[in-house]
């Protein structure tokens, strides 16, 4: 089996790592998006890392407000879809079931930081809704999906769409 491919790449001056991975191709019907028969497709994941005080480069894990590692998204993951792509955006326990909707903004920031293809106002509007009532909805989704197809319907018709306009 081929091993991952990950790339680091220093962000912030030293404050964060971005490690970006390229993981080998999937059996077909393994994954969120995936079913039967679907093609075989490698999955891209990027996630930030605090950037570690430690003289030796080892990161430290009490780092940052808030949570364990001072973020709202653990990783995100580009997931092929037979409508577009999907991002597939896995929220820290911090995000998920602590955190106040006002930081939902810092949360976008980390999201358009792993993947800045994503800022858009209607890609927001979709993470917004996630925040504000998706993880109230359903609390142990694994993750919470960005689908690039959607309308561009604005906030208040998001929600109404349940965040899939």
């Known amino acids: 089996m081929t091993r991952p491919m990950t ?5 912030c001056a030293g404050v964060a790592t971005l490690e970006l991975t390229l993981a080998p191709a999937v059996h077909a019907g393994t994954g969120p998006a995936n079913s039967p028969g679907d093609p075989v497709a490698p999955t891209f994941t990027a996630q930030v890392v605090p ?3 430690d ?6 894990d009490n780092e940052g407000p808030g949570t364990e590692h ?11 879809d037979p409508n577009g792509r999907r991002l597939a955006v896995y929220p820290t326990d911090y995000a998920r079931y602590e955190a106040p909707v006002s930081e939902w903004r810092d949360a976008w920031r980390e999201v358009i930081t792993l993947e800045p293809e994503v800022d858009h106002p209607y890609l927001r509007d979709q993470f917004r809704c996630h925040v504000e009532f998706a993880r109230i909805d359903e609390p142990h989704k694994p993750s919470w999906n960005l689908e ?16 899939n306009p």
């Open 7 to 11: 790339r680091m790449l220093a962000l």
């Open 51 to 53: 950037a570690s005080s």
């Open 70 to 80: 001072g973020q709202h998204v653990e990783r995100v993951t580009w997931i092929p």
């Open 55 to 60: 003289s030796n480069g080892s990161r430290a």
């Open 148 to 163: 690039m197809w959607r309308s561009d319907v604005g906030y208040r018709a998001t929600v109404l769409h349940r965040c």
